[in-house]
C-alpha cells in the first residue's frame, strides 16, 4: 500500500495545477502558392484565421481638413479595437488618396500605400497627409476609387476544408461630386475620370464592399453618386455629422493617453478649422462610423468582441489533480 501511495505522490507532482483532459492539436500550417495568370500570391489555411482588408479612399483637398484629423487621431485606436476580437482578425490597410486633375490640381491625382500589415507604416502614411488645393467643385473621385478596386493587391485566403473567411473593404471618404455626373460648378462634365457605375461592376467581380461617407461640402448629386456606390457593393452610406468641441476636452473624452492629447492637440491647433477665440475644432463621426462598419464585418467571419468575464477558481478547475487527492485521502483512511 505504501508504495502504491508513493506512486502516486509522484503522478501527482508531476501534474501541473489547471491540468486539462483536452488534447492538444497543432496550428495548421499554411502553404503560399504563386498564380502564374493574376501574378498574385494565393495563402491556403485549413482553418485559417478571419481576414479583414481594408482600403481608405481619401478626398485630401483643401476641405478635407477636420475629416482627414479624424483618420489620423483614430486610426490606431480602430486598429485595435478590431483586432481586440475572439478569434482576433488578420488585418491588412491601404490607402488612396486623390485631388484632382490638371489644371484644376497641379501637385497629384492620386497617391497610394498599397494593402500591408505594417501599422506603423500606415499611420506615417496617413500623418503625411495634407489637405490642399482641389480647383473647381467635384474631385477626382472616379480615380482613386479606380485605384482602390484595381491596383491595391487585393488577395484572397483559400480555405479547402471551409468558404473563404475574408472581408475585403473601401471606405471612401470625400465631400465632393465626381466628374461628369451633374454636379454643380464642374469644369469636366464629359471628358475625365471614370465612369463610377463601371466602378461598381467591378467591385461586385472581386466581391469588395464599399462603405461610403460624405463631408459637409457635398451637394445631393454628389450624395445621389455616394449613396448609389455603397448600396449596390452591400456597403452602406453615412453624411457626417458635426460639432465644435473644446480641442483638450474632444481628445480626453475620446480616451486617449495624456501623451497622444497633447500630441493631438498641439497638431489641430495648425489645422484651419481650429478656433483661437474658443480653443475649439469642428470634430465629425467618422470615427464612430467606420468602428462600427469594420466591427460588424469581422462579427459576420465570425469574430467576437463580447467583453472576457473574469476567470473564476472553483475546486473543479483543476479536477484531475482534486481526483487524485480524493483517491490518496481514501487510501490514507484505508490504511
Not at 57 to 84: F, N
Not at 303 to 332: C, Q
Request: aromatic share 8%; proline share 5%.
Amino acid at each position: 500500500m505504501k508504495n502504491m501511495i508513493a506512486a502516486l505522490l509522484m503522478v501527482l507532482a508531476i501534474i501541473p495545477t489547471g491540468f486539462a483532459l483536452d488534447s492538444v492539436t497543432s496550428v495548421p500550417t499554411c502553404t503560399v502558392t504563386y498564380d502564374p495568370i493574376t501574378q498574385q500570391e494565393i495563402t491556403t489555411c485549413p482553418n485559417p484565421v478571419p481576414r479583414i482588408d481594408v482600403v481608405f479612399v481619401i478626398d485630401s483637398t483643401g476641405s478635407m481638413q477636420d475629416e482627414i484629423r479624424t483618420v489620423q487621431t483614430h486610426l490606431t485606436k480602430i486598429i485595435k479595437e478590431i483586432k481586440s476580437g475572439q478569434p482576433s482578425p488578420d488585418l491588412r490597410v491601404g490607402i488612396v488618396t486623390y485631388r484632382d486633375h490638371p489644371s484644376e490640381e497641379q501637385e497629384y491625382l492620386w497617391r497610394k500605400l498599397d494593402l500591408t500589415y505594417g501599422m506603423d507604416t500606415v499611420l506615417n502614411y496617413i500623418w503625411d497627409i495634407e489637405a490642399s488645393g482641389g480647383g473647381d467643385l467635384p474631385e477626382a473621385v472616379t480615380d482613386g476609387l479606380n485605384v482602390a478596386i484595381n491596383d491595391m493587391g487585393w488577395g484572397t485566403v483559400q480555405n479547402q476544408y471551409a468558404p473563404i473567411n475574408t472581408k475585403q473593404l473601401i471606405f471612401l471618404i470625400g465631400d465632393a461630386a465626381p466628374h461628369g455626373v451633374g454636379a454643380n460648378g464642374d469644369n469636366h462634365p464629359q471628358d475625365i475620370g471614370y465612369n463610377y457605375k463601371d466602378l461598381i461592376e467591378q467591385a461586385n467581380m472581386k466581391d469588395i464592399t464599399i462603405y461610403t461617407v460624405s463631408g459637409s461640402g457635398i451637394d445631393s448629386v454628389g450624395i445621389k453618386v455616394f449613396q448609389d456606390i455603397a448600396l449596390r457593393t452591400g456597403g452602406q452610406y453615412t453624411h457626417l455629422s458635426y460639432m465644435r468641441e473644446s480641442v483638450e476636452d474632444y481628445y480626453v473624452s475620446e480616451g486617449f493617453s495624456q501623451t497622444e492629447v497633447a500630441q493631438y492637440v498641439e497638431a489641430a491647433k495648425d489645422d484651419a478649422d481650429y478656433d483661437r477665440a474658443t480653443n475649439s475644432i469642428l470634430t465629425n463621426s467618422l470615427g464612430v462610423f467606420t468602428q462600427k462598419a469594420m466591427a460588424a464585418e469581422a462579427q459576420e467571419l465570425g469574430v467576437d468582441y463580447t467583453p472576457e468575464a473574469p476567470e473564476e477558481t472553483t475546486p473543479n478547475d483543476d479536477s484531475f489533480g482534486s481526483f487524485l487527492r480524493s483517491i490518496l485521502t481514501k487510501l490514507a483512511f484505508w490504511r
